[in-house]
């Protein structure tokens, strides 16, 4: 081996000598604690212990903190060495404040379980915090302080802004619990007339077009009809034979009573009178049957004239007649509905049958046009549909402003339950966040996921059972672009 070849192994020898000695001198091995969210990180390298949780020491002491979250909720578990030797958490004495977003503070006491000391608290998520903690072992006290950072998104007001992101501020509210059933508006079945002629005929002139007003009474359409005609004529003779069997009956009378005539010619002249006042009687009640008086139309100059007239005052919703065209008794020539007045019709389930009653008061919703109003519930059907397991039911709209439109959909808001909750968010700030219900707190320019647990909701707000107080601040529109700034820090979950 010549002396070049014995320099350089001697050069690696002695390397891999002080390397070793470097890595045989560490007390503990460093590791990065990549707690980072959003714009706010934490890249922080901290001593770890054998459970590889974050180590603590001063002098001869030393304490290694833990959250413990496998299979049991988050509590701090906490493990106390002298010297590097484990000591038993039945000597050292223990405290923890955790100084969270927001101003908001949790001492946690601890008591010895097994080998390390147990947080008698469960820490809520995020574990985000400046902790503070009091030890105290063999007379002497050692205070301890660090902080981890998670779930936090930063974002200045003009970032707020331009991603159309709002602040709102928890507090009380009213919830309603709300039963929601499609429904539609429809006529009001009371306020609907159906216009069909009396009498056969030929449309001469109409009067009205469609979706025009009318009122009650007013001449809709004129017809021409041969039966009407044959009608008047029938009461126009009829009459001329009674007047004629009246002056018939007054001659044979006085000369009967003069004992000039036959008592048989009276009676006779009394009979044909009698059946007269019977075809003037019948023929005049034909015509009052089609609506037109027994006295009218007899010298006007047609026979035939027939006018159709509304029976009520509303719109002309449905035509079917022009000039010129031929209409049966059996047909619809117009139909004309009062608009002022509508029904919302919808159907109630069987199982909710309990919850919905006639006079109760409802809202009534037109998503597609954005029309809220309040009805009554005017009627709820007896009988439960054989085939759809439901049961009737219609609303009563007042519609003056004619902004409801039959054939409209709806949905009809029942409200079962209501109540004042102290604390409440707009639902829209709700987000998932680790399978959990969340919102985002600020402080200042800085937003911190706050999980929640959230009890009973309405269509805009749901009320806090815990993890937010009234009054603080958080984002409400939009917030789902911090959880999404959240999500691309590629936040972990290590303590």
């Given at each position: 081996?010549?002396?070049?070849?014995?320099?350089?192994?001697?050069?690696?020898?002695?390397?891999?000598?002080?390397?070793?000695?470097?890595?045989?001198?560490?007390?503990?091995?460093?590791?990065?604690?990549?707690?980072?969210?959003?714009?706010?990180?934490?890249?922080?390298?901290?001593?770890?212990?054998?459970?590889?949780?974050?180590?603590l020491s001063k002098d001869d002491f030393a304490l290694e903190v833990t959250i413990y979250e496998t299979g049991v909720p988050p509590q701090f578990r906490v493990y106390a060495y002298q010297n590097d030797k484990p000591l038993s958490p039945e000597r050292v004495q223990l405290d923890i404040t955790l100084h969270r977003f927001g101003g908001r503070s949790e001492q946690i006491r601890f008591k010895p379980e097994a080998d390390y000391l147990l947080g008698e608290a469960v820490i809520?998520?995020?574990?985000?915090?400046?902790?503070?903690?009091?030890?105290?072992f063999d007379g002497k006290t050692f205070p301890f302080t660090y902080s981890q950072v998670e779930g936090r998104v930063q974002l200045n007001a003009a970032s707020l802004q331009s991603a159309g992101i709002t602040i709102d501020t928890a507090g009380p509210a009213r919830i309603e619990s709300v039963l929601k059933l499609p429904g539609t508006i429809e006529f009001d079945q009371n306020r609907l007339a159906h216009v069909v002629p009396r009498v056969g005929g030929v449309v001469v002139e109409v009067r009205k077009k469609l979706g025009e007003a009318v009122s009650q009474g007013e001449v809709l359409a004129v017809l021409e009809s041969r039966e009407l005609a044959e009608l008047k004529s029938r009461l126009a003779t009829a009459r001329k034979r009674l007047e004629l069997a009246r002056s018939l009956y007054k001659r044979e009378e006085r000369l009967?009573?003069?004992?000039?005539?036959?008592?048989?010619?009276?009676?006779?002249?009394?009979?044909?009178?009698?059946?007269?006042?019977?075809?003037?009687?019948?023929?005049?009640?034909?015509?009052?049957?089609?609506?037109m008086q027994a006295d009218k139309g007899v010298r006007g100059v047609s026979l035939a004239r027939y006018e159709l007239r509304s029976t009520l005052t509303g719109t002309v919703v449905e035509r079917h007649l022009v000039v010129g065209e031929a209409v049966q008794?059996?047909?619809?020539?117009?139909?004309?509905?009062?608009?002022?007045?509508?029904?919302?019709?919808?159907?109630v389930p069987a199982k909710n049958l309990n919850q919905v009653k006639v006079g109760q008061t409802v809202r009534v919703k037109a998503p597609e046009l954005g029309f809220e109003t309040t009805a009554t519930i005017d009627y709820l059907g007896a009988l439960v549909g054989e085939q759809t397991r439901s049961a009737p039911a219609h609303v009563h709209i007042d519609n003056k402003a004619l902004n409801w439109r039959p054939g409209l959909f709806v949905n009809i808001e029942v409200v079962e339950k209501a109540a004042t909750v102290p604390v409440t968010v707009a639902l829209e700030a709700i987000q998932s966040w680790r399978d959990a219900d969340a919102v985002f707190v600020q402080v200042g320019d800085q937003f911190e996921v706050r999980p929640l647990s959230v009890g009973r909701r309405d269509a805009n707000r749901a009320e806090v059972l815990q993890g937010l107080a009234a009054g603080e601040r958080y984002a409400a529109a939009n917030s789902f672009v911090l959880k999404a700034e959240l999500g691309k820090a590629s936040a972990t979950h290590d303590h």
């Open positions: 081996m010549n002396k070049k070849s014995l320099i350089i192994i001697s050069a690696l020898l002695i390397t891999g000598m002080v390397l070793a000695s470097l890595i045989l001198t560490l007390d503990a091995p460093m590791v990065t604690d990549e707690e980072q969210t959003g714009s706010v990180e934490q890249n922080v390298a901290f001593a770890r212990g054998p459970h590889r949780g974050r180590l809520e998520e995020p574990h985000s915090f400046d902790v503070d903690i009091n030890a105290g009967w009573r003069e004992q000039i005539s036959a008592e048989k010619n009276y009676l006779n002249a009394r009979t044909q009178l009698a059946e007269a006042e019977i075809t003037v009687t019948t023929a005049s009640d034909q015509l009052d049957a089609l609506g008794t059996d047909t619809t020539v117009m139909v004309i509905g009062d608009l002022t007045t509508l029904w919302g019709n919808f159907s």
